[in-house]
């Protein structure tokens, strides 16, 4: 019913710069916000950020002033910059669409590695 598509990851060197696109498509209602999570080898899946449909965003503190998160209402698409790119940034991101009340979706997730 409601899908989301990610692109944009791979491997890149420290220091680098990767963009994630996540397009959202379907019949979507009453959006609360759009996020990115990660995880990496056997760890929990954590929060990256977020942008609420008002435009508000939050961030991880392990990635304030390095990553941004911006939207593209005509498109229903977000995207996570991230910039000064760190080994410890290697996991699987994943797009997250929250909406109505209590209403998820996710996408496949894409894989991003940070390594020299």
Known sequence: QVQLVESGGGLVQPGGSLRLSCAASGRIFSINYMGWYRQAPGKQR??????????????????????????????????????????????????????AIGSAAWGQGTPVTVSS
């Open 46 to 99: 954590e929060l990256v950020a977020t942008i609420t449909v008002g435009g508000n965003t939050n961030y991880a503190d392990s990635v304030k002033g390095r990553f941004t998160i911006a939207r593209d209402s005509a498109k229903n698409t977000v995207y996570l910059q991230m910039n000064s790119l760190k080994p410890e940034d290697t996991a699987v991101y994943y797009c997250k669409l929250n909406y």
